[in-house]
């Protein structure tokens, strides 16, 4: 039997946004979905693989482009200044069209609101963890090398540039404090939240994921299992078959 004719892959624009729509032929009534989001620099095609392998164990999978990657006005360049210019822009406008991305599927695609995750890697890590938060009714989170303490990160951020100035500007300074999953970290409880991220990450430091989980622990101490942190030793940053392994246990589970 061919991929084909085990899985549906199609292109579809949502609200607006160009999406990959990966759905398993055998898919049940129930329907679980995932909204997967990329990193910097990369796209929806990059990630077509991992979208394939979610789908294969029963998840509907929607990829989209973010702004300034894809087919969404991409960047002719994802050097240091563009990352200064367009990185917590492109984060915050991902979080604010997800309702319309939403909406659009359940329209569009007959997905099932009720049974819908958000995962993400990198800078597509700090996407889901702000929608997860800013949507209550969202029932899990996979969170792989990004953060869920965003002003936090802004403040590692500017500790490596050499000039200190970090990635945001003081109007995006108070967009981040606004939807930063940490300053609704008491919202989040009992929701399922995964956190994978490797031990040596040279390009967002592991630090962040630790900071909020160990911040998340008493909020989560009467459903602790709810709440996971898998580290990876001497790992950089880099998704692994044991990560994927993972958020498809943990969906498995939870959705």
Same mark, same amino acid.
């Given at each position: 039997?061919?991929?084909?004719?085990?899985?549906? @892959?199609?292109?579809?624009?949502?609200?607006?946004?160009?999406?990959?729509?990966?759905?398993?032929?055998?898919?049940?009534?129930?329907?679980?979905?995932?909204?997967? $989001?990329?990193?910097?620099?990369?796209?929806?095609?990059?990630?077509?693989?991992?979208?394939?392998?979610?789908?294969?164990?029963?998840?509907?999978?929607?990829?989209?482009?973010?702004?300034?990657?894809?087919?969404?006005?991409?960047?002719?360049?994802?050097?240091?200044?563009?990352?200064?210019?367009?990185?917590?822009?492109?984060?915050?406008?991902?979080?604010?069209? $997800?309702?319309?991305?939403?909406?659009?599927?359940?329209?569009?695609?007959?997905?099932?609101?009720?049974?819908?995750?958000?995962?993400?890697?990198?800078?597509?890590?700090?996407?889901?963890?702000?929608?997860?938060?800013?949507?209550?009714?969202?029932?899990?989170?996979?969170?792989?090398?990004?953060?869920?303490?965003?002003?936090?990160?802004?403040?590692?951020?500017?500790? @490596?540039?050499?000039?200190?100035?970090?990635?945001?500007?003081?109007?995006?300074?108070?967009?981040?404090?606004?939807?930063?999953?940490?300053?609704?970290?008491?919202?989040?409880?009992?929701?399922?939240?995964?956190?994978?991220?490797?031990?040596?990450?040279?390009?967002?430091?592991?630090? @962040?994921?630790?900071?909020?989980?160990?911040?998340?622990?008493?909020? $989560?101490?009467?459903?602790?299992?709810?709440?996971?942190? @898998?580290?990876?030793?001497?790992?950089?940053?880099?998704?692994?078959?044991?990560?994927?392994?993972?958020?498809?246990?943990?969906?498995?589970?939870?959705?």
């Amino acid at each position: 039997m061919q991929t084909k004719d085990i899985l549906r @892959i199609s292109e579809v624009e949502l609200g607006g946004i160009p999406c990959l729509y990966v759905k398993p032929s055998f898919v049940s009534d129930e329907r679980p979905a995932v909204i997967y $989001y990329h990193g910097w620099e990369s796209n929806k095609e990059n990630n077509l693989f991992l979208g394939k392998v979610l789908a294969f164990n029963g998840f509907e999978v929607i990829l989209p482009d973010a702004l300034h990657h894809g087919r969404r006005d991409a960047l002719k360049s994802y050097n240091t200044e563009s990352l200064k210019s367009y990185f917590w822009k492109v984060i915050l406008n991902s979080v604010t069209e $997800y309702k319309a991305l939403k909406e659009a599927a359940v329209e569009k695609l007959e997905i099932n609101p009720d049974r819908l995750a958000v995962m993400g890697s990198s800078m597509g890590g700090f996407i889901a963890g702000g929608v997860f938060a800013s949507n209550p009714e969202i029932k899990c989170l996979i969170n792989m090398n990004g953060a869920c303490a965003w002003e936090k990160a802004e403040m590692k951020f500017k500790e @490596i540039d050499r000039k200190r100035h970090g990635l945001a500007g003081e109007v995006q300074l108070e967009q981040i404090r606004q939807y930063d999953p940490w300053s609704k970290k008491d919202e989040l409880y009992p929701r399922p939240m995964l956190l994978l991220h490797g031990d040596s990450d040279t390009s967002i430091s592991i630090d @962040i994921q630790k900071y909020f989980f160990e911040g998340l622990k008493e909020v $989560y101490k009467d459903k602790p299992e709810r709440l996971e942190f @898998i580290v990876t030793p001497r790992l950089n940053h880099y998704k692994t078959i044991g990560m994927v392994e993972e958020s498809v246990a943990w969906l498995d589970k939870y959705l």
